[in-house]
């Protein structure tokens, strides 16, 4: 498919060409350093034909990256639009043409920028537009988490779905970490009862913990059957251990399997 042009509802231009360049490293780069990727059954929203705002919390660093790998494995026909700090933005130029908007942070001009970009997205049902809710690092276990002003506005008088979304990144049984998404119930903002900022800040806040709560139940009991795996990273203890565990099973006459488990797994 072509690259985007510019529109006229104020979002910049995305290229197609570059965001495919970026995935095959974002692919990369995750097998790398985690087990794999896995969503919670039962919590994959339907959007098609609708604008769609997902809000999440921010755990990490990683969340940016899982954000696109989901939306590849999910909505592949989605452009993806999400704020960053220009500051950080401006030591990386070429994630402008990928859908990432530099915003001021903490300032006037910045939450006028976000919404008008928010907004735009809001008015299109080609876009995913993605916000961590607190702005700044928060661990998983933090509840409530603490949402910006700006979120509780897109609500307010916006359009399309609102979507919370949960991020955890727990160690289980193999060496490397299980990055684990968890979506919750979808406010249809065409239908949502007219209420102030304020109403729209505590509905959102105890709709982003409660999917937290469903995520972390999930992550403790640890049963990667409750899971859609979206993608799969490295397995294994490390070069050495994982050669003499291969040749024993050669020795055996059986398959080499490198999860500590002993359950290879594949993305479905």
């Given at each position: 498919m072509a690259d985007s042009a510019e529109h006229p509802e104020g979002l910049p231009p995305f290229s197609r060409t570059r965001f495919g360049w970026f995935m095959a490293y974002v692919r990369w780069f995750f097998r790398r350093h985690f087990h794999a990727l896995r969503l919670l059954e039962g919590t994959h929203p339907a959007i098609e034909g609708?604008?769609?705002?997902?809000?999440?919390?921010h755990p990490g660093w990683w969340d940016p990256l899982v954000f696109l790998l989901l939306a590849e494995q999910l909505y592949p026909e989605r452009l993806n639009y999400g704020p960053i700090d220009s500051a950080a933005l401006g030591k990386y130029r070429f994630l402008e043409s990928i859908g990432f908007l530099g915003i001021e942070p903490g300032t006037w001009q910045g939450?006028?920028?976000?919404?008008?970009?928010?907004?735009?997205?809001?008015?299109?049902?080609?876009?995913?537009?993605?916000?961590t809710a607190a702005g700044t690092f928060v661990d998983p276990r933090v509840r409530p988490v603490p949402i910006r002003p700006g979120v509780a506005h897109l609500a307010s008088g916006g359009e399309g779905l609102l979507v919370p979304m949960a991020m955890e990144y727990p160690f289980w049984n193999e060496?490397?970490?299980?990055?684990?998404?968890?979506?919750?119930?979808?406010?249809?903002?065409?239908?949502?009862a007219s209420r102030s900022t304020d109403a729209w800040q505590e509905q959102l806040t105890t709709g982003l913990a409660a999917t937290q709560e469903l995520l972390a139940h999930a992550a403790i009991a640890r049963d990667p059957t409750a899971f859609r795996t979206l993608a799969v990273g490295r397995e294994g203890v490390g070069m050495i251990y994982d050669t003499i565990r291969w040749a024993s099973a050669r020795l055996r006459g059986r398959a080499f399997d490198p999860s500590h488990t002993g359950r290879h797994e594949e993305a479905r």
């Open positions: 609708r604008s769609v705002v997902i809000y999440t919390n939450s006028k920028k976000f919404l008008r970009y928010a907004r735009a997205s809001q008015r299109r049902d080609d876009t995913i537009f993605w916000i060496r490397l970490p299980e990055a684990l998404v968890a979506f919750g119930d979808p406010i249809d903002l065409s239908t949502a």
